[in-house]
Each structure stands twice: as C-alpha cells, then as structure tokens.
C-alpha cells in the first residue's frame, strides 16, 4: 500500500499503543498527522477523536488512519459509521493483513489495553505491506 499521510487518534486508554504507531509510521518515512489525544491521564471520549480522524479522510482521499481505544471497539465502531470509512479493528498481523487484501481498509484500529508493542507493530507491518487483492472483494466491497 503506498501511504502518503497517515493520521492518528487515540482516546486515553490507546494513547500509549497510538505513540507506538506514531513513532513506527514516521520510522517508514509516512507524514504523520497526530489528531490527540495528548495525555492518558485525562478522560475523553472515543467518538470525538474517530469523527476527527473521519474529517480528515473525506478530504485527503490517499491517506490512511490509526485508530487506538482501550478495547478498540468503541473506536472503530464510530469510525464506520462515515460512508468513506472502512476501519477494520485487528488483534494480530494476520487480521491486519486480511483488512488489506480483502477489505481495502483504510483505517487500522487495535486495542491500546491489549495489543503489547510486538504485536502494534506486526499489525501495522502487515496493514501497510499488504496490497489490496481486488477481484471478488471488490464485488463486495462495492455493497458496503
């Protein structure tokens, strides 16, 4: 997958797993946009940060997204509900990769309390390295 830009949001309970994702991205050599939050310490709330990240990918159509929760399934279940969105919550390399092949994700989202940093960066390894399969997912990509 050729990522230009990458954006990040995080509530409190994925700030640590989205600064690991933020370091590896700018690793790669990715244009980083960090959306917040800025601290695990204050209380936020999930949706405000996936409909930020959501903002921003209507209008930069090539890029891509991270999103991090303390379970992950808050925060992606309020990115998809944005028709542009199509943000596959993994728990390992393998799921990451699948979101890629089959689903054309453009959004990763993982689970900041969960996924220890190993396993951060095999998701992401796998979300950016793998390209879209095409052919018969796109039939069904094209339902969605």
């Not at 054309?104 to 796998?126: H, P, Q, W």
Request: proline share 1%.
């Amino acid at each position: 997958m050729q990522a230009n830009k990458v954006y990040l949001a995080s509530d409190h309970g994925g700030f640590k797993g989205k600064e690991i994702a933020l370091k590896y991205c700018k690793e790669r050599g990715f244009d980083c946009v960090d959306l917040g939050c800025n601290s695990p310490e204050i209380s936020v709330d999930y949706p405000d940060f996936a409909n930020a990240l959501a903002a921003h990918l209507e209008n930069d159509k090539g890029a891509k997204g991270i999103l991090v929760c303390g379970s992950g399934i808050g925060i992606s279940i309020a990115a998809n509900r944005h028709k542009h969105i199509r943000c596959a919550l993994c728990h390992d390399e393998n799921t990451a990769m699948l979101s890629r092949l089959h689903n054309d994700a453009n959004v990763l989202a993982f689970s900041g309390r969960f996924s220890d940093e190993k396993m951060i960066i095999a998701m992401l390894r796998a979300f950016f390295d793998t390209q879209f399969e095409g052919g018969r997912h796109q039939r069904r990509i094209d339902k969605l």
